[in-house]
């Protein structure tokens, strides 16, 4: 069965201290792997697709990469503004349909 | 990437009955997506809406409670029917494809049933 896993579900951080999201995912022909970020009360903002392993993507301080199983979200030097929901969804095989992990929530504490 | 206005933004209706949730696009796309998000959860795809043919719904959900309109290229409504504080929920409709724009969310409307 198609499946995305976040981890950590909650992730604190004090502003300017690096760190990583994870989302692992075993699927059946990845076509992409997407990773959004979402407000409280806002629908989710696209950030990065990824299509093959090795693939990098950078905008501002977060940076996506991907491998044949997993996809990390790398943030430098957080601000307080980077405070979201972090989700990453994968889209495998013929299906259309994005399988969704169930994100991770990140906190920067200034 | 698409713009896509969502209306309402929130709403507290009785339970019962019924809300009608409109997405507008600014572009002509084939499919749009309607997701539920459920309070800390992460999305559940409702249906998959078609221009010109009816709505694929996922399992767990049916036509009958989630009645879905596609009458042209930029709008669709989903409708929350005979209401339960269960629905309560966050609504968004979608629009976009797998290519370097991802796809694209409305901002969502916040239901709650009382």
Known sequence: ?110 | SAVISQKPSRDICQRGTSLTIQCQVDSQVTMMFWYRQQPGQSLTLIATANQGSEATYESGFVIDKFPISRPNLTFSTLTVSNMSPEDSSIYLCSVGDRGESGYTFGSGTRLTVV
Do not use: M
Request: net charge neutral; hydrophobic share 30%; proline share 5%.
């Open chain 1, 1 to 110: 069965e198609d499946q995305v896993t976040q981890s950590p579900e909650a992730l604190r951080l004090q502003e300017g201290e690096s760190s990583s999201l994870n989302c692992s995912y075993t699927v059946s022909g990845l076509r992409g792997l997407f990773w959004y970020r979402q407000d409280p009360g806002k629908g989710p903002e696209f950030l990065f697709t990824l299509y093959s392993a090795g693939e990098e993507k950078e905008k501002e301080r977060l940076k996506a990469t991907l491998t044949k199983k997993e996809s990390f979200l790398h943030i430098t030097a957080p601000k307080p503004e980077d405070s979201a929901t972090y989700l990453c969804a994968v889209q495998a095989g013929s299906n259309y349909q994005l399988i969704w992990g169930a994100g991770t929530k990140l906190i920067i504490k200034p």
